[in-house]
């Protein structure tokens, strides 16, 4: 028997999106009135000017979208971005949910790199390890590539 | 009615990487511009001044600091900060000053000091913070937001790496003739594109470095400016500040979502050419007006983006425009014939400033080896974070 503490994993943003490994989503808001969508989420008053709700209700918003554009970091990003060491490209994009329409910064699944997309490509959520402390790993939410064969 | 107010006077500090006091970069702008226009400091009724945040507590107060280091003189005192358009709001919040009779004539000082590197966040933990927040989630810097709108150019538009790699190439020779600008060399395409990688597809030489300096400039009321000199001389005929309009749907800094357009449609005109379109109403003027523009080339894809939004061609033909010649000096209109941010660096209270101190010297026929002929109307296009922009329109009478 090991005496060995399990790691514990914890969201980076407690809220922000659920931490199901097979089928994450993120948590966003919509307006009851006017129905208009946000991420993040949003609960005071409606930021469209032509709606004075302060209703609103948690919602999951669609786990796949398409890019709407990406790059990548060729240098460390400053604090408070926690960088590998040693440091490692990694890339991001913006991707826009057709139904929300909306579009959300991500950085791009671990592995995948600028040559790899194109603006429209299908890509849909997933959950990695964004830093570490002593006793937890802090994840975060991601975007990957669609692959042909996958259900 | 007219919103015209005159350009009495403009001075710059030298951009660079001086390390010293912010203070000392805005006195001397101060001290040129009212030199210029020939206004004892004394005579000053209202001083603006645009914020720094990186100064500590003076830069937040920007407006008074200067004034105290010019000396006390009782004039009315405002200070502003709209990120990178806090020099215009400061000079908008003097222009309506003087339009409204509260004053005659107004000095407005904007400078700053900048750290090393990528503009970081403030520090501290700072979950409500989007500006934090894009750091810590994404490791999301200034560049990677230019990066995505350059990368739509390309695959878009069919904008190439050689055509934005040919704004650096332009600047820089422009640049090597302004005694103000912080970097004086001149650039081959296959040198921009040898440069390293910083956020696919810019490169270190396509991005804007953050520089030290100051800008200032002396305004008046039309009536006050006769008096002093006679008719004549430069005057600013619109200064645009606005909002963009819900919803926003281009992932602007430091976002980390744009607006949805589910429930409400998009606006006709994207942020960009909405505020320039705002700035040419007020001046009843149109593009085929203008003998000049600086705008904002954080990125050299950039520019090609004002180029659409001043609708100096249709949206996606920026590169078309740079190719044809027509932005160089010498060309039907050319663009930051100062060499822009590319040889500045980014001093961001004094930079929207700055841009108006260009137009004033090629509008007088004072900018040397980089003057543009016969200049009559100049624009300004700039554009920062927390939907904050400015495009000021100067005229040559």
């Known amino acids: 028997m090991s005496t060995k503490k399990v790691r514990e994993i914890k969201s980076a943003r407690e809220g922000w999106f659920t931490l199901d490994a097979d089928n994450p989503r993120l948590l966003g808001s919509q307006c009851d009135v006017c129905k208009t969508y946000y991420f993040p989420q949003h609960a005071q008053y409606c930021r469209n000017p032509d709606c004075e709700s302060e209703e609103f209700s948690v919602i999951e918003l669609s786990s796949r979208g398409k890019i709407w554009s990406y790059t990548n970091a060729g240098y460390p990003p400053p604090p408070p971005f926690v960088a590998d060491d040693p440091y490692e490209v990694f890339a991001q994009a913006a991707v826009e949910l057709e139904k929300e329409k909306l579009v959300i910064l991500g950085q791009l699944a671990k592995g995948v790199t600028v040559d790899d997309v194109k603006i429209g490509d299908e890509v849909e959520l997933c959950i990695e390890t964004l830093f570490q402390d002593d006793e937890s790993d802090y994840q975060i939410w991601k975007w990957k590539p669609v692959n042909g064969d996958q259900a | ?397």
């Open chain 2, 1 to 397: 009615m007219s919103n015209s107010v005159a350009v009495l006077g403009v001075g710059m500090h030298p951009w660079g990487k001086w390390g010293n006091n912010f203070v000392e970069y805005g006195v001397k702008a101060a001290r040129d511009a009212l030199a210029d226009a020939g206004v004892p400091w004394k005579d000053i009724q209202f001083i603006a001044g645009a914020n720094t945040m990186r100064c500590g507590y003076p830069g937040y107060v920007a407006g008074a600091t200067f004034a105290k280091a010019l000396g006390w003189n009782g004039a009315r005192v405002a200070s502003c900060y709209a990120a990178c358009a806090s020099g215009a709001q400061a000079l908008n919040t003097a222009r309506a000053q003087i339009l409204s009779g509260m004053a005659d004539v107004a000095l407005v000082v904007g400078a700053d000091t900048t750290p090393k590197g990528f503009l970081a966040p403030q520090k501290g933990e700072r979950p409500d913070d989007p500006d934090w927040l894009r750091f810590r989630l994404h490791g999301a810097t200034n560049p990677a937001y230019f990066a995505m709108h350059a990368r739509r150019r390309i695959e878009l538009y069919g904008t190439t790496e050689q055509d934005i790699a040919e704004v650096r190439v332009k600047n820089g020779k422009n640049g090597l003739h302004n005694a103000n600008a912080r970097y004086k060399k001149s650039f081959s395409v296959d040198e921009v594109l040898a440069s390293p990688m910083v956020a696919d597809p810019l490169r270190l030489f396509e991005i804007c470095a953050t520089s030290d300096g100051g800008a200032a400039i002396v305004i008046a009321s039309n009536e006050y400016a006769e008096k002093l000199r006679g008719k004549g001389g430069v005057s600013i005929e619109a200064i645009s500040t606005i909002t963009p309009t819900y919803p926003s749907t281009q992932l602007e800094l430091p976002d980390l979502a744009t607006d949805s357009a589910a429930a409400v449609n998009v606006p006709t005109m994207n942020f960009k050419p909405a505020m320039i379109d705002a700035a040419y109403q007020e001046a009843g003027i149109g593009p085929e007006d203008l003998s000049l523009a600086e705008v904002y080339d954080l990125s050299t894809a950039m520019e090609l983006d004002w180029y659409e939004a001043l609708r100096l061609c249709p949206e996606g033909d920026g590169h078309k425009l740079l190719r044809d010649g027509d932005t160089y000096i010498g060309g039907r209109v050319p663009v930051n014939p100062s060499g822009g941010l590319s040889c500045f660096g980014e001093a961001v209270p004094a930079q929207a400033l700055a841009q108006v101190c260009e137009l004033t010297w090629q509008l007088r026929g004072q900018a040397g080896k980089r003057q543009v002929e016969d200049a009559k109307y100049g624009i300004t296009a700039n554009e920062g974070l927390f939907g904050h922009g400015s495009s000021v329109i100067v005229k040559a009478n």
